[in-house]
């Protein structure tokens, strides 16, 4: 069982930065693949990073390939999110979520546990 809180959410103007963290409970981080999905008001959730267990493997959403950075820290059992060059439509509700011995899918159903999420509003 893993348990994932996401922080470091919040409001930010266009074009500034912010860097999401997910804590994971557990001894066993390291088998897990950890992706970032959003949703927006009104909108599917959608797949927006995803990293394997080595690290070796990345994928990224078009809408922020070159703007948006996954990683992890596997001592501190914890996955990140550096957003830079924020838009207004990244605007969102951001999970992470953990895939045991997985790779770096954009598929939501890929993934065995799920952050309850944390907003990020980006004006204009």
């Known amino acids: 069982q893993v348990q994932l809180v996401e922080s470091g959410g919040g409001l930010v103007q266009a074009g500034g930065s912010l860097r999401l963290s997910c804590a994971a409970s557990?001894?066993?981080?390291?088998?897990?693949?950890m992706g970032w999905f959003r949703q927006a008001p009104g909108k599917e959730r959608e797949f927006v990073a995803a990293?394997?267990?080595?690290?070796?493997?990345?994928a990224y959403a078009d809408s922020v390939k070159g703007r948006f950075t996954i990683s992890r820290d596997n001592a501190k059992n914890t996955a990140y999110l550096q957003m830079n060059s924020l838009k207004p439509e990244d605007t969102a509700v951001y999970y992470c979520a953990a895939q045991y011995l997985g790779g770096a899918s954009r598929m939501e159903g890929a993934y065995d546990y799920w952050g309850q999420g944390t907003q990020v509003t980006v004006s204009s």
């Open positions: 990293r394997g267990l080595s690290g070796a493997s990345t």
């Open positions: 557990g001894r066993t981080f390291s088998s897990y693949a």
